[in-house]
């Protein structure tokens, strides 16, 4: 900057906010996130680093999903008549977690730390892809149904409170149970189905507060079509609860599919919600299996939670208490 522009921003008359670079402005905002979202802060830390576990999970696990340890035999003994001491080595089955299986292995003798780090993308992508399709779908069905209003609102509202009247696990196991058998593309498809009548509601609600505003209105008097003004004018001003929608949808989509795991009309292969079911049979004697599984499942679920929470706080001005 000149003297004199210095001079004008020491004397007040100019903001030396608005003389900073775009990248300038988002890092001192990411800086104040940090500093006032600490909550927000982790979850965001924890997000990333989970995404970045889903991504390069097949390139960095020791073992294949499916391969099955054994160990010793302390029984031992081919003079023996018993049936457990007639092989050399054992099945590996719920060991402890040591140096060669961090996490312990699991009631077939697979690696545990193998099978829990490939669910992680597997949630992933449950997850993220069934927030994404039911944010675009349910912001889509939103825009058009408070925008236009009149018949077309009346309908178009009736089927959603139909939708959303319908048991949300009854509908899920319904459309699961359509395929024999249930694969990524099916789990989305359903959770899909679920998650977009609820955003069309949120997006609905904010449509009508910006509707019948200033610049829709200049909008209108030039010449501009609904579709324009829905696209290039509504949807940009109501962007922050539609992000809020997306990134709060993905815990529950992770956690309905681990909830279809558990009851074993999941997708095959590892899976959180199939592991805390196997090994709540052994959850007196050996936890670990349905700790470390539900663990990464709380702790994925926790993270996307709280950076939605926080998400919400600072982009809807309503919430940021100021």
């Given at each position: 900057?000149?003297?004199?522009?210095?001079?004008?921003?020491?004397?007040?008359?100019?903001?030396?906010?608005?003389?900073?670079?775009?990248?300038?402005?988002?890092?001192?905002?990411?800086?104040?996130?940090?500093?006032?979202?600490?909550?927000?802060?982790?979850?965001?830390?924890?997000?990333?680093?989970?995404?970045?576990?889903?991504?390069?999970?097949?390139?960095?696990?020791?073992?294949?999903?499916?391969?099955v340890f054994y160990v010793d035999n302390p029984k031992?003994?081919?003079?023996?008549?018993?049936?457990?001491?007639?092989?050399?080595?054992?099945?590996?089955?719920?060991?402890?977690?040591?140096?060669?299986?961090?996490?312990?292995?699991?009631?077939?003798?697979?690696?545990?730390?193998?099978?829990?780090?490939?669910?992680?993308?597997?949630?992933?992508?449950?997850?993220?892809?069934?927030?994404?399709?039911?944010?675009?779908?349910?912001?889509?069905?939103?825009?058009?149904?408070?925008?236009?209003?009149?018949?077309?609102?009346?309908?178009?509202?009736?089927?959603?409170?139909?939708?959303?009247?319908?048991?949300?696990?009854?509908?899920?196991?319904?459309?699961?149970?359509?395929?024999?058998?249930?694969?990524?593309?099916?789990?989305?498809?359903?959770?899909?189905?679920?998650?977009?009548?609820?955003?069309?509601?949120?997006?609905?609600?904010?449509?009508?507060?910006?509707?019948?505003?200033?610049?829709?209105?200049?909008?209108?008097?030039?010449?501009?079509?609904?579709?324009?003004?829905?696209?290039?004018?509504?949807?940009?001003?109501?962007?922050?609860?539609?992000?809020?929608?997306?990134?709060?949808?993905?815990?529950?989509?992770?956690?309905?599919?681990?909830?279809?795991?558990?009851?074993?009309?999941?997708?095959?292969?590892?899976?959180?919600?199939?592991?805390?079911?196997?090994?709540?049979?052994?959850?007196?004697?050996?936890?670990?299996?349905?700790?470390?599984?539900?663990?990464?499942?709380?702790?994925?679920?926790?993270?996307?939670?709280?950076?939605?929470?926080?998400?919400?706080?600072?982009?809807?001005?309503?919430?940021?208490?100021?």
């Amino acid at each position: 900057m000149t003297q004199a522009t210095d001079d004008l921003v020491a004397a007040g008359w100019v903001d030396y906010s608005a003389l900073e670079s775009p990248w300038r402005k988002r890092a001192r905002g990411f800086l104040r996130f940090v500093r006032t979202k600490r909550a927000g802060t982790f979850g965001l830390f924890m997000c990333i680093f989970i995404i970045v576990i889903g991504i390069i999970g097949p390139w960095i696990v020791p073992y294949d999903k499916d391969d099955v340890f054994y160990v010793d035999n302390p029984k031992y003994d081919p003079e023996s008549f018993e049936p457990d001491a007639l092989n050399p080595t054992r099945l590996a089955r719920l060991e402890a977690p040591t140096w060669r299986h961090p996490f312990g292995t699991d009631d077939k003798g697979r690696d545990l730390f193998t099978r829990v780090i490939l669910a992680t993308r597997l949630s992933l992508q449950v997850g993220i892809g069934a927030a994404f399709l039911a944010t675009v779908f349910g912001a889509i069905i939103g825009i058009v149904s408070g925008y236009l209003g009149g018949l077309v609102d009346l309908i178009v509202q009736r089927v959603v409170d139909a939708m959303i009247a319908i048991p949300s696990l009854v509908l899920l196991l319904l459309l699961v149970q359509i395929v024999k058998d249930p694969n990524v593309t099916i789990t989305i498809f359903a959770l899909t189905v679920l998650g977009t009548f609820g955003a069309s509601r949120v997006v609905r609600s904010a449509i009508l507060a910006v509707r019948n505003d200033v610049y829709i209105e200049a909008a209108r008097v030039a010449g501009a079509g609904p579709v324009r003004i829905m696209a290039r004018h509504a949807l940009p001003n109501i962007a922050a609860p539609i992000i809020v929608i997306f990134s709060v949808a993905i815990g529950g989509n992770i956690l309905a599919e681990s909830g279809l795991a558990f009851l074993n009309l999941g997708v095959t292969g590892p899976s959180w919600g199939n592991m805390v079911n196997t090994g709540r049979t052994f959850l007196d004697s050996k936890p670990a299996m349905s700790l470390i599984a539900g663990g990464a499942l709380t702790l994925t679920v926790l993270s996307f939670n709280l950076l939605g929470d926080a998400l919400r706080d600072v982009l809807d001005p309503r919430q940021r208490g100021r």
